[in-house]
């Protein structure tokens, strides 16, 4: 939530810009819920918006962009904390091939992949340092 909470900050001026949030559990389902008039506004990344865009055109066009957050460094792969680190490389190596292998092609089109690239660690840790950027300008807490 620190990509909405910094650019929100911007215009906050120190004080509360929503009567309620409300966690979805999802951007698809934050969508929904904008489409059945149960929210003003949702922050849904630029992947999930693209896909509503194309495979629920009638859906996407009942909503509209109304301001873009700061930059991140790309929608990361996640795994779980329980993964056991030995598996990590397995699975870069399998991402990597999929994203190669020309056997794959129909399915990263269909997923709008058109790569997989290490991104190191540390490229996410900016992230951070917009949260503490919010709070600085008096918005610690998405609301």
């Given amino acids: 939530m620190n990509l ?5 900050a911007e215009i906050a001026g120190g004080k509360s810009v929503f009567r309620q949030v409300i966690e979805t559990g999802g951007h698809p389902a934050s969508l929904e819920r904008l ?4 929210g003003d506004v949702a922050s849904i990344d630029c ?7 194309h495979y629920r055109p009638e859906a996407a066009a009942q909503v509209r962009v109304v301001g873009e957050t700061p930059s991140s460094p790309s929608i990361p792969f996640v795994t779980s904390i329980a ?3 030995s598996i990590v490389p397995i699975l870069r190596n399998a991402l990597h091939r999929v994203a190669t292998d020309p056997r794959y092609a129909a399915s990263r089109a269909g997923l709008m992949i058109s790569g997989v690239e290490d991104v190191p660690d540390g490229a996410y840790r900016g992230l951070l340092d917009y949260e503490k950027q919010a709070a600085a300008l008096g918005y610690p807490q998405l609301l």
């Fill in 35 to 38: 489409l059945h008039g149960e």
């Fill in 83 to 85: 993964t056991p680190s």
């Fill in 47 to 53: 992947v999930t918006y693209a896909f509503w865009r």
């Fill in 4 to 8: 909405p909470r910094r650019a929100l």
